[in-house]
């Protein structure tokens, strides 16, 4: 069966547009024009992903991410807005979203990234990965580090399991967008380098070492530089 997908735009235009372009390809749609309503919906049938207008009345879009995120609900949210800046991105991600994309859009964009999404939360082949003193269960989506249990966004894990996949590999900028976010971004954004950031408190925030270090120029690589590790 088709993922359901939330549309939350108070622009009735862009809603129908989006509504009838997301349900050509097959997916249940329902939509939203406020954030309050859009919370609303989410209790009563839980989306397979968001799609989430920044400027909303009352509660804005991220006002809307925050508050899933706070009550754990791991939806992929996709934010769509006029706000083009690097600032707004950050923010954006910060927030809460997954991914982000500017108004005006091309629809094929719009549903690549739509599928993108929806692959990381697609069960996969069960396999428990491990470096150093971390583990990653496929399965589960869970990581640890020694005893520690680390709770990972869709985006933080996909980009840790690229990392244990390939360790003491390093990863240039352009194969890490690719892997995690199925798409080019602009050479200007720094949202991988947000998400690192992220994931890099939550590996270290018992003061561990660190594992994913920065090549300068090139890209990261997970390396245990304390002691050697086994694969």
């Known amino acids: 069966m088709k993922a359901h997908i939330l549309v939350v735009d108070d ?3 862009i809603s129908d547009v989006l509504r009838r372009t997301l349900a050509y390809e097959g997916y249940s749609v329902a939509t939203a024009a406020s954030g309050d309503e859009a919370l609303r919906r989410t209790l009563e049938r839980p989306p397979d ?8 009345p009352g509660l804005d879009g991220l006002d809307v991410a925050r508050r899933l995120r706070v009550a754990g609900d ?9 706000r ?4 707004d991105r950050v923010e954006g991600f910060e927030a809460g979203a997954d991914d982000y994309l500017i108004k005006p859009f091309a629809p094929e964009e719009l549903l690549a990234r739509v599928k993108a999404l929806l692959r990381r939360t697609q069960p996969e082949r069960h396999e428990v990965l491990r470096y150093a003193d971390v583990e990653l269960d496929t399965g589960t989506r869970v990581a640890h580090r020694g005893g520690r249990e680390i709770e990972l966004s869709p985006t933080e894990y996909e980009l840790l399991a690229l990392f244990m996949r390939r360790p003491r590999q390093v990863l240039t900028r352009d194969v890490i967008l690719e892997r995690v976010w199925g798409l080019d971004f602009e050479g200007s954004s720094n949202v991988m380098e947000v998400y690192v950031g992220y994931l890099r408190a939550k590996l270290e925030t018992d003061g561990e070492p660190r594992l994913i270090h920065t090549v300068r120029g090139v890209g990261y690589v997970m390396k245990d530089s304390s002691a050697r ?3």
């Open 11 to 13: 622009d009735q235009r």
């Open 49 to 56: 992903l968001i799609i989430l207008d920044l400027m909303l």
């Open 74 to 82: 791991s939806v992929p949210i996709l934010m769509l807005t006029a």
């Open 84 to 87: 083009d800046t690097v600032a």
């Open 229 to 231: 590790a086994t694969a």
